[in-house]
């Protein structure tokens, strides 16, 4: 599996951005799918993840109500919509891919990666 994320830039705070991650490869429906994010000098981190078919979503509680994560299996593609956008929310993106029936936060959990994709928010 192949996953491309793509959609980060530069917002001002209070802005939206959507990111979008493509997938090419095995069955997309059958991933579980996650978004995380690494600011500069700090460990990756779980933003949120997307289940089979999208019957469940489940959110850090720093983007709780901010982010919505959704997936589109007819076009390989998981989103990522980003609103109320913080300084603090300034890091690479990326997304993964677990090919199983579950709803992991752990990065190790997961077995495919993207390359990230770099958001940028000014105060």
């Known amino acids: 599996v192949q996953l491309q994320a793509f959609g980060g830039g530069l917002v001002q705070a209070g802005g939206s951005l959507r990111l979008s991650c493509a997938a090419s490869g095995r069955p997309f429906g059958m991933y579980a799918m996650g978004w995380f994010r690494q600011a500069p000098g700090k460990e990756r981190e779980f933003v949120s993840a997307i289940g089979w078919r999208g019957a469940s979503t489940y959110y850090a509680d720093s983007v709780k109500g901010r982010f919505t994560i959704s997936r589109d299996d007819t076009k390989n593609t998981v989103y990522l919509q980003m609103n109320s956008l913080k300084p603090e929310d300034t890091a690479v993106y990326y997304c993964?891919?677990?090919?199983?029936?579950?709803?992991?936060?752990?990065?190790?959990?997961?077995?495919?990666w993207g390359q990230g994709t770099e958001l940028t928010v000014s105060s």
């Open positions: 993964a891919a677990d090919f199983a029936e579950r709803l992991p936060i752990s990065p190790a959990l997961y077995d495919y």
